[in-house]
């Protein structure tokens, strides 16, 4: 078993109230699966994101990665125990060159055909992209698939994906569903994909439904896709 997720919560504090965005949640993760998680906005899918990755802190529960109790591990540690996090809305560095970034990612210093390969698997042409800051100049598109190429310039046991469709172009979106299979038809990495777009969700082997902070339904693809079908709050693309 690759994840396993044991009664995770998760506690807000709003206007001196505390609320329960993640409440006792529990499933797995097998080793080269991929799990789509879908839901209505505001039901907890990126928190929960969060908390796996360690950018937000348990208020409960067990999160054990290849038999390892990562529950108490900081982002750092959390990424050298092998897993690696793409934003929803991915963060700009401004000063800091695409081969710097990279070469960060990579955990060590990247050759420049290297960078280039990478550039080139997710549609970036490398000589125009190689020396750029990311910053503002870059497009959304641009950030997406900059942020999938720092996911592939390290190998790990688990990747998280919220929401990778959000504001790009449908070029750009072709592009990271090319990506997503070739990682998943590999079967290293077990995948995790937080989305509401159908072209994703009928790529996953199980899906999941968070809604309210909790699971509302979790199984196998054909299971479940048939229940998203023409419901507004699940899937916005149906």
Not at 46 to 70: F, H, N, P, T, Y
Not at 109 to 115: D, F, G, N, Q, Y
Not at 138 to 154: C, D, F, H, P, Q
Not at 173 to 187: A, D, G, T
Request: charge should be negative.
């Amino acid at each position: 078993m690759m994840l396993e997720v044991r009664d995770l919560t998760f506690k807000v504090n709003e206007n001196g109230i505390e609320k329960s965005i993640v409440k006792n949640i529990s499933f797995e993760v097998k080793d080269g699966e991929m799990l789509v998680i879908t839901g209505p906005n505001g039901g907890g899918k990126s928190s929960l994101a969060k908390v796996l990755m360690g950018i937000e802190e348990a208020d409960g529960g067990q999160i054990v990665l290849d038999g390892e109790d990562i529950t108490g591990y900081d982002i750092n540690h959390r990424a050298n125990a092998g897993i690696g996090f793409a934003f929803q809305q991915p963060p700009r560095f401004k000063g800091m060159t695409v081969i710097r970034l990279l070469s960060i990612a990579a955990g060590r210093e990247l050759s420049k055909p290297e960078c280039c390969r990478m550039l080139s698997a997710v549609g970036l042409c490398a000589n125009e992209y190689i020396t750029r800051e990311v910053d503002g100049t870059l497009s959304g598109g641009e950030m997406k698939r900059l942020e999938i190429a720092t996911v592939l310039a390290k190998t790990h046991k688990l990747c998280i994906f919220d929401e990778p469709e959000a504001g790009i172009d449908l070029w750009s979106f072709s592009m990271l569903v090319q990506q997503f299979e070739k990682i998943h038809e590999k079967k290293e990495e077990s995948l995790i994909l937080i989305s509401h777009q159908e072209r994703i969700i009928r790529m996953a082997d199980r899906i999941m439904v968070i809604e309210n902070g909790n699971i509302k339904a979790i199984g196998e693809k054909d299971a479940i896709l048939p229940t998203l079908i023409g419901s507004d709050d699940s899937c916005t693309c149906f």
